[in-house]
T-cell receptor, first 118, second 111 residues
């Protein structure tokens, strides 16, 4: 597709269950980001993938959170043993790689997955 | 990660007036900055960007100003319209390609 695609758009899950959120980036974008946005708040960085480099996982809030990116394209964010505080909108974004200093690498966002843990 | 609770700063402006939204960034080594607009229920949308070797950049009805001395960005919207009502975020590119977002500002346009 032309834009970043995320699925599902909405997910309701029971506390303690595992969930997987999917992101299809824009074709050719080697950089992929996951952010979390709680109601009325800003974007909290979770993880960043760039090509074949080791991902920057510095924003993952706990070891219940993990993400992978297969074949340099589709990414899956997995939350194990979900808790009510995990309820939020999870946003994925992608961009072209940075080719040099000052290079413009605006990130394009998907519509997000709204996760509700009950 | 950063979060600011349920009280994002709010800017209320009259339709037709100019709006100025401010952002303080954290990393003096950041070399690229972006402003995003987020409408309710949607993902953030790109508005305008600026490189750190520039002080000012203009788009259609929007201008971004960068003051590296005090690590401050501003977004100016001319002749604000009801459709401009949204949450506005600035983002800075830190080392590598990592984008870190500011807290956000709610813009409300009164008709």
């Amino acid at each position: 597709g032309a834009g970043v695609s995320q699925s599902p758009s909405n997910k309701v899950t029971e506390k303690g269950k595992d969930v997987e959120l999917r992101c299809d980036p824009i074709s050719g974008h080697t950089a992929l980001y996951w952010y979390r946005q709680s109601l009325g708040q800003g974007l909290e960085f979770l993880i960043y993938f760039q090509g074949n480099s080791a991902p920057d996982k510095s924003g993952l809030p706990s070891d219940r959170f993990s993400a992978e990116r297969t074949g340099g394209s589709v990414s899956t964010l997995t939350i194990q043993r979900t808790q009510q505080e995990d309820s939020a909108v999870y946003l994925c974004a992608s961009s072209f790689p940075r080719t040099g200093i000052f290079a413009a690498t605006e990130a394009f966002f998907g519509q997000g997955t709204r996760l509700t843990v009950v | 990660g950063e979060s600011v609770g349920l009280h994002l700063p709010t800017l209320s402006v009259q339709e037709g007036d100019n709006s100025i939204i401010n952002c303080a960034y954290s990393n003096s080594a950041s070399d690229y900055f972006i402003w995003y607009k987020q409408e309710s229920g949607k993902g953030p949308q790109f508005i305008i960007d600026i490189r750190s070797n520039m002080d000012k950049r203009q788009g259609q009805r929007v201008t971004v100003l960068l003051n590296k001395t005090v690590k401050h960005l501003s977004l100016q919207i001319a002749a604000t319209q009801p459709g401009d009502s949204a949450v506005y975020f600035c983002a800075e590119r830190e080392y590598g390609n990592k984008l870190v977002f500011g807290a956000g500002t709610i813009l409300r346009v009164k008709s």
